[in-house]
């Protein structure tokens, strides 16, 4: 038994070596091939603090990194292999899956064809890519990759998955039967074999319309195979590819996702059968393809909790919460339009008002470092930061102003939570603030339920992030709109502060807004105070009957909404379903500010 000093004397000349042989596996690729060098690891521990756990391999798509656990190496006895191994890995960044996007893209293909085992997706697009790298490197570059996989079987136990698998590879490579470790003759198996052989060589260029394909052949064989699972994921080197990365594109389904979503058996490139039925009957080869009823149509967005699987299964890390901020950040973008803005009169000299609070939101060069340092002698970003507010005095100079936006969004049990299904006042809410801070305006978001059921900004801000996470949230408790925060905003305003609208999202629940506060104050009387010192009006969005004002006559709440729109001004705009709130979220931004700006008004 070699000792502790001998260890690392022998994994230090296997670390030269492996190194030295770095250029010529780029090189296998193209002398024009770059990447960075490899993260070689000595100790099994240096492997876990890069991410890689039970296999010898893995890549990394965000930052372009292949990392080798050189003593798991020695273990598998690879260590005469280190341009097969390092041209493997290389393969995975410029061949398949070569980016974060086209990586999540074919999980979430593969998916469709995996009903009720939709977590395998992420082990079959190992194999499937590393089928794609290893055909074409036994083949074209000539390595050796027959005898790694000779070297790596020898100590593993098979399972029908397994054994499929392996079966493909002797084929591809012209092997006798269980040179690889597929087991005895298997008329299955073979079957399914050539098609997988097939499969490989023919969507070679086109891999990600064959990644369906390939987990649809695997499926049936995945139901029934327990064994397998364990050695594949043993030498799965892209299940952390996606660590620290970022997806764009993903909440759409792409065109051909859900179609490519067949068994080779069924595809006539891969099937000499119903290629020549399709050419005998042209009637029938043109004959556009069914879409099973419980499939959405082509372009059709996700919901979020699918969206989450398929980034977890890419290797992305995250909480429901934080993939939800990602998802309403990316179904809000194609909507986005510039926040409408006032002019008013300035004169050509600012003047010093005071101080507000410095977030991250606002440009760095913002900070008056003297006066934060002056509050708090150690600076914490976003706590102690302030910066200076400038006024001005009326002149002949005009400038725009934005409009900024306090937003009450209902989510009480009524309400769906936003990180499981699609909430339309979640991402309408996305929408109209994710305009406001890129026409420059600040948003204050407050997410409501029942009794001090409530999470906010807690003030106006212009942290993306931040307003996203209280959109995304969920209470699903009772109904009791927060009086106090509305109060709380307003009363402290002065006359020359930013003119503000505010915009409430909810449903007949809204009627508590006009309820005592916790002081035994009527609510109608904060609420009129709080219009009159916004100084840009005010919305109710609600998901009511088209028939409320006729309701309103025996219902207490729609009277309560009739009496606000009539004696305080409240535009009240009726939804009939959750779904047009994207429509409204467009057309209020457009109509009410952009028109608004160009008559130069601030309220109605």
Known sequence: MRTEKETLSSLTDLNRLWMNAWAEALAVWSRFTRLRNPTLCLSTARAREEGLNDSFAMIRLQDQSVIISLPAIEAYGLQDFAVEVLAHEIGHHVLAPANLTDHARMIARMRWSLPTVEHYASMLSNLYTDLL??????????????????????????????????????????????????????????????????????????????????????????????????????????????????????????????????????????????????????ETAHKPMEVSEDRPAGGQAREPFQYGEILRAAGLELTDHEIAVRYYRERARPHLIPFPRQERLISADPLPEGLEPWDVGHPMDDIDWMQSLIQSPEVIPGMTTVQRVWGTTEGSQSQPQPIDLDLYVDSSGSMENPQNLVSYPALAGAIICLSALRAGARAQVTLWSGKNQFETTKGFVRDEDKILRVLTGYFGGGTAFPIHLLRDTFVPRRPGDRPVHILNISDDGISTMFDKDERGQIGWK???????????????????????????????????????RDEQGWKVYCVSSWVDLVEFAKAFSRKRYLEANNSHTSSE
């Open 526 to 564: 904060v609420t009129a105070m709080a219009l009159e010192r916004a100084k840009a009006g005010g919305s109710l969005v609600l998901n009511i009957s088209a028939d409320w004002e006729k309701l309103s006559i025996t219902d207490p709440a729609y009277a309560a909404i009739r009496r606000a």
């Open 133 to 282: 790298i290893n055909d074409r490197l036994q083949r074209s570059a000539e390595l050796r990759l027959v005898d790694v996989y000779r070297r790596l079987v020898d100590k593993r136990l098979v399972g029908v998955v397994w054994a499929l698998y392996m079966r493909i590879y002797e084929i591809l490579w012209g092997l006798r039967r269980d040179s690889l470790g597929s087991g005895p003759a298997n008329d299955r198996i073979d079957g399914d074999a050539l098609l997988g052989a097939r499969l490989i060589r023919s969507y070679a260029r086109e891999w990600l319309d064959g990644s369906g394909r390939f987990a649809a052949l695997f499926l049936p064989h995945l139901l029934e195979d327990e064994e397998s699972s364990a050695v594949i994921e043993s030498w799965h080197d892209t299940r952390n590819a996606g660590a620290g990365g970022s997806i764009d594109g993903l909440t759409e389904l792409d065109e051909n996702e859900q179609q490519g979503a067949i068994h080779p058996a069924q595809d006539p490139n891969l099937n000499d059968a119903l290629g020549d039925e399709s050419t005998a009957n042209e």
